[in-house]
């Protein structure tokens, strides 16, 4: 089993930064790649950003040159680095991880709320 503790999440006004972090832990034999995703209220939840054990990165195209992801070298933590916030920001963010080799399983964080302010 493994869990996804997620902080950094807030209220911040439009153009600001804030920064998220999730750090794994339990029974991790690898890590594959770790994701954010989030939910605006009234819409579907949608990949935010992606990295994988090799440092690949992806991006929505809505948050590409303002979002940054980051893990450490064991890919146990990442990070999400947003800046210049825009209000369409607004949702809760959840923590992804897809761990293991022959079987794999995939966990969620509980959710941690942005709000940015117009």
């Known amino acids: 089993q493994v869990r996804l503790v997620e902080s950094g999440g807030g209220l911040v006004q439009a153009g600001g930064s804030l920064s998220l972090s999730c750090a794994a832990s339990g029974s991790i034999l690898s890590t594959n790649a770790m994701a954010w995703y989030r939910r605006a209220p009234g819409k579907t939840r949608e990949l935010v950003a992606r990295i994988t054990s090799g440092g690949s990165t992806t991006y929505a195209d809505s948050v590409k040159g303002r979002f940054t992801i980051s893990g450490d070298n064991a890919l146990n933590t990442v990070y999400l680095q947003m800046n210049s916030l825009k209000p369409e920001d607004t949702a809760v963010y959840y923590c992804?991880?897809?761990?293991?080799?022959?079987?794999?399983?995939?966990?969620w964080g509980q959710g941690t709320q942005v709000t940015v302010s117009s």
């Open positions: 992804f991880t897809d761990v293991g080799t022959t079987c794999r399983s995939l966990y």
